[in-house]
């Protein structure tokens, strides 16, 4: 591992804040590590051209043992990765055993380098017998998709550190539903939030039953906050739809008395804030900050009104910041970037925000969907070779 971190921005001062005063973590999911499978939905968006081809993804499936150590060697102690459903169930009701013994062989070696891993049972692809069927617009919906999270309890529940059932409903349903840019590439408002509620029910409901395996669940639901592009009243009316979308839609089911011991902390992926317009239009924020290579702008100071924002909303819950990265070329960029927003965050946590642990997204450049392999994230490139992130990080994990 390299050495010099040049003029990182790194001192002693805050080594000695940082370390040790949550858990550290990395996060990864399968479509981006493995590739995508012929039996999901991202291999035939891909195929129809919609998408570049992800391949092999980063190689993780024949490196995985490797990359384990190299996480361990950071300082990592917690890592969260998603089982590509289709990879287990290409078919409906038929389990692919292939499948199955290569997921436990992923959780046992990362159990033996001692890494915590927290299992996502859905990160973007869905079998495609599922998505013929509708989908998460499908009516029974919520049946299907628990009926494979029964199936994954009883399959990996003896090696699952952690539960993090659903990564960011409300991406997820934005992007297949509103936008159209995922799979099913529908551009349909009122099938968005109708999808949006399918998801989170289908995530609170999935923390519910992997509560029974004994390991703890975790949330991840996709934040930011918004700010006004003007003071109009049409302006005030697009934020309170967006704030609907962006919290209440989950918040509603937090407080709900079947949900309220769901899950034993409440997680949350960051990466930018937006400028919202009369017209509900999202701009970059800040509006005079150059945008990234992935058109928002990597605001490290957002990551404070989310956590404090978080902490009035679910004054009791434990909170976990699920996803923070920086993704582009510019390795000091990204290092100046992790550094201020993990002292916003340290600033939260001794203001009384209770922050159990910190994910970085990631420690491996993967495939990052309609961008390909084109806008690194990682630590390491795809070489395995170390960055100088990846020694400034290592330093703040383990205070030297």
């Known amino acids: 591992m390299e050495q010099g971190v040049s003029d990182l921005m790194l001192d002693d001062q805050a080594v000695e804040g940082l370390s040790g005063r949550w858990w550290w973590g990395t996060a990864a999911s399968a479509v981006q590590t493995e590739g995508a499978s012929p039996a999901d939905d991202w291999y035939r968006w891909e195929q129809a051209g919609h998408a570049p081809p992800s391949g092999e993804g980063n190689g993780f499936a024949h490196r995985f043992r490797e990359d384990f150590a190299l996480l361990r060697q950071l300082g990592m102690t917690d890592h969260r990765l998603s089982i590509n459903w289709a990879r287990v169930e290409p078919e409906q009701g038929r389990i692919d055993q292939e499948a199955v013994s290569y997921y436990r062989s992923v959780l046992t070696a990362a159990r033996e380098v001692g890494l915590r891993v927290w299992v996502c049972l859905l990160h973007t692809a869905i079998p495609v017998w599922f998505a013929d069927q509708g989908g998460f617009a499908a009516q029974d919906a919520v049946e299907t998709w628990l009926r494979w999270v029964e199936l994954a309890a009883a399959t990996f529940g003896d090696l699952a550190g952690g539960w993090m059932p659903f990564n960011t409903p409300l991406s997820y349903a934005h992007k297949a539903y509103q936008l159209g ?106 509006a005079d900050h150059q945008s990234g290579p992935l058109g928002y702008v990597p605001w490290p100071e957002g990551i404070a009104a989310v956590l404090h924002r978080l902490h009035r909303e679910l004054p009791d819950a434990g909170l976990v910041v699920a996803e923070l990265g920086y993704g582009g070329t510019d390795d000091h960029a990204r290092c100046t970037y992790l550094h201020q927003a993990l002292q916003h965050i340290r600033a939260a946590q001794d203001q009384g925000v209770p922050i159990e642990g910190v994910t970085l997204w990631t420690g491996i450049d993967n495939y990052e969907w309609l961008a390909g392999f084109t806008v690194p994230f990682g630590l390491f490139d795809l070489d395995r070779t170390p960055r100088p992130s990846a020694r400034f990080t290592q330093a703040l994990t383990t205070g030297h």
């Open 181 to 286: 840019t995922f799979p099913p590439g529908r551009r349909d408002p009122a099938q968005m939030v109708a999808a949006l509620k399918t998801v989170h029910t289908c995530d609170f409901e999935a923390a519910l039953l992997l509560r029974t395996t004994g390991a703890p669940t975790c949330s991840n639901a996709g934040l930011l906050p918004l700010y006004p592009a003007d003071d109009s009243t049409e302006t005030a009316a697009a934020i309170a739809q967006l704030e609907a979308l962006v919290w209440d839609s989950w918040l509603a089911l937090a407080r709900h008395p079947r949900y309220a011991q769901a899950f034993d902390l409440y997680g949350f992926t960051y990466y930018s804030g937006a400028l919202v317009t009369p017209g509900r239009q999202l701009l970059a924020y800040p």
